[in-house]
């Protein structure tokens, strides 16, 4: 038995009654309706709670699903009273699974505000919309054959509506807002400061829209407006980036040089298709076979285009892949949605689209489908054979709509971005009008909050005493930003060269 000196035992005490008044001030501090938990990512604690929402807003007394939120607590003690409400993109990604990117990104505004999580209707641990992707060694077969998806997804779909939450119709944009805004009255917030990217900000706009009171600032990073009309914007929008990138290595003295025929190559690879390829799963390490066909390739192609770090390696892949050597652009093409933070509720996801985007496809409302020279119109064949069984929820008609900014909002864009470039930015600050502001990043891909000094200019903008000042906020440090130069491989070793 260990011996415990009478000072010491004192001293312990003490620690113990120091230690339960920090918790119980903590306690104390707890927004309301919350407890203490802990969210994949980040270090420090969180506070999480449950509020009950009607899965239809039309039958308040029907059936009700469990909207899941978290609050990323200012460190400060004299906190302020506007926090920031964060919306994740997709459709379908989970905004608490994406806790520890988010605190990084918000660490300045951290100090003095908290950021409030949810996991929107459909996803995370809010009446999730999820489908089965399969095991991560199914085979390669299995992900690049668009019919074998299409059967994924009809299965998907049926699953879903067996659930208890599983009416689709249920999961718009505009209902997840209502839910966004019961979550604010609940915390006994006046005001907050949105926060959105990607699909993020067409959540924003909607929540601006629905309640322009609540909002005191607003940032939209990679502007997805309602009346975009996302699988006819993908292929023209996809083009654009990848033409640019070609362009670019053209121009560059060294990466012409390494790549001299570079859209050559890329042309060919196209005309070669559909072909037997063979390469290393990347989780088996095991090699496989299996026919790689034009949809599956421009996949590839277009998801490194989200990260220009990921593109500069583009033309290595590409002309590897013209060798008939597939490894580097499958590599590639996994590298952004193979992370599981990134993962979509692919129930959510086609809920939201096909009951917003694709009514709008073509018809006398949106845009007509305007695929790309490479592109082609393959996205949004993909969306409108889902689409034709998919249930859609109502949508009104005030939802496509862009009514004056309330508050001081700033619009970010990349200008390399495949997804959400300038020009869908630029119709948003339009419409906004004079409290809004568009700052491009010319070389910058899909999300511009966390490059270089951006996070300082969001919080500066957040910060401004007012929408005067905040709108003021300087923000040409990122204009010069260079796209990243273009990967070079290794040589090989010389016979002889030492190690």
């Given at each position: 038995m260990q011996i415990v000196h009478p000072h010491s035992a004192g001293a312990i005490v003490l620690g113990l009654v120091a230690m339960l008044a920090v918790e119980a001030s903590q306690a104390a501090d707890a927004p309301p309706g919350t407890q203490r938990c802990r969210l994949p990512g980040v270090e420090t604690n969180a506070w999480c709670g449950v509020l009950k929402r009607p899965l239809d807003p039309a039958q308040p007394q029907g059936r009700l699903i469990d909207l899941h939120f978290a609050v990323l607590p200012a460190r400060a003690r004299n906190k302020l009273p506007d926090p920031v409400l964060f919306f994740a993109g997709g459709p379908g990604q989970s905004a608490m699974a994406l806790a520890g990117s988010v605190e990084p990104l918000m660490a300045r505004v951290l100090n003095r505000r908290d950021v409030v999580l949810i996991d929107q209707r459909g996803t995370g641990?809010?009446?999730p919309l999820k489908c089965d992707d399969g095991a991560p060694t199914r085979p390669l077969a299995d992900i690049g054959d668009p019919e074998r998806q299409f059967v994924e997804i009809e299965k998907c779909r049926q699953a879903l509506e067996k659930l208890p939450h599983g009416d689709l119709r249920q999961y718009t944009t505009v209902i997840a807002m209502q839910d966004a805004d019961a979550v604010r009255q609940a915390l006994g917030v006046t005001q907050v400061n949105v926060v959105g990217g990607?699909?993020?900000t067409r959540a924003g706009l909607d929540y601006l829209r629905q309640f322009p009171q609540a909002v005191r600032r607003a940032v939209l990073d990679g502007a997805a407006p309602p009346d975009m009309v996302l699988p006819a914007s993908f292929s023209p929008d996809s083009?654009?980036?990848?033409?640019?990138?070609?362009?670019?290595?053209a121009a560059d003295t060294t990466c012409h040089a390494r790549y001299p025929k570079l859209r050559a190559d890329w042309q060919a690879v196209l005309q070669g298709l559909p072909r037997d390829v063979t390469v290393v799963h990347p989780v088996t390490g095991l090699p496989?076979?299996?026919?790689?066909?034009r949809d599956a390739l421009l996949s590839m192609a277009r998801s490194p285009l989200y990260a220009p770090a990921l593109a500069s390696a583009l033309p290595l892949a590409i002309t590897e892949a013209a060798a008939g050597r597939f490894q580097a652009l499958l590599g590639l093409g996994a590298s952004i949605s193979g992370r599981p933070s990134m993962a979509l509720a692919m129930g959510m996801h086609f809920s939201v689209v096909c009951a917003e985007d694709m009514p709008r496809l073509?018809?006398?409302?949106?845009?007509?489908?305007?695929p790309g020279a490479d592109f082609g119109n393959s996205f949004s064949q993909i969306y409108t054979r889902v689409c034709a069984h998919w249930p859609?929820?109502?949508?009104?008609a005030a939802f496509y709509t862009m009514p004056a900014a309330p508050a001081a909002t700033l619009v970010l864009s990349g200008g390399?971005?495949?997804a959400t470039p300038p020009r869908h930015g630029e119709r948003v600050v339009q419409a906004l009008g004079a409290k809004a502001r568009h700052v491009v990043v010319p070389q910058a891909g899909h999300g511009v909050m966390g490059i270089g000094c951006m996070r300082d200019v969001i919080f500066r903008f957040i910060n401004a005493a007012d929408d005067e000042a905040a709108l003021k906020t300087d923000a040409d440090c990122a204009?010069?930003?260079?796209?990243?130069?273009v990967f070079l491989p290794a040589l090989p070793a010389q016979p002889g060269a030492r190690p």
């Open positions: 641990r809010s009446a990607s699909y993020g083009q654009t980036a990848f033409d640019a990138l070609l362009a670019a290595c496989e076979t299996f026919k790689l066909g073509g018809g006398p409302n949106g845009p007509a489908d305007a859609r929820g109502e949508v009104p390399a971005d495949p204009r010069n930003i260079p796209r990243p130069s």
